[in-house]
């Protein structure tokens, strides 16, 4: 049984790079995040990884990919990088720099070419859930098909609420 699901940037990118991927296709829940996504699809919100968009003080756009049950350290990801003033990137900066709606926000087929940084255990999964580039619809795929293909800098940045 073969599931229908959206043609975007994302796909096309993924298809460019000739990366395999199983498309999941649910219905989106405004603020859902990836609590909604890991309990449509049955799998540990660990394995779902969002693609966050951030601002530095050079209004440079940059993506961390991180753990779905984590949080990204702004001031550990301006120290590693050499970046002043990391922050998160408005919606609508998210938006215009990405070519996606947020909540629907891929690293594949980005609008913008931007640095791509990536929690480096996510490398440790078999299989991730990530975002194709619509609300509602995210690909299984092994992390190790497209690290290199998207040039991520792999990066410790990432913790729990409550972690020290």
Known sequence: MSVEYPVTAGVRHLRELGIEFEPFVFDY?????????????????H?????????????EGLIVLM?????????????LTNLKKVGPASPEDANRM?????????????KTKMRIFGEETILDLPKIYINAGKRGFLVGL?????WTALGVEGVRVGFREGDN
């Not at 990405?98 to 980005?110: C, D, E, H, M, N």
């Open 29 to 45: 829940v405004e603020k859902g995040g990836t609590s909604h996504s890991s309990e449509v699809l049955g799998v540990s919100e």
């Open 142 to 146: 092994d992390p190790r098909s497209f």
């Open 67 to 79: 753990h779905g049950d984590m949080r990204v350290s702004t001031r550990e990801l301006g120290r």
């Open 47 to 59: 394995d779902v990884v969002k693609t966050l968009v951030f601002r530095t003080a050079d209004k």
């Open 98 to 110: 990405t070519g996606y709606q947020v909540g629907g926000i891929s690293p594949f087929g980005l």
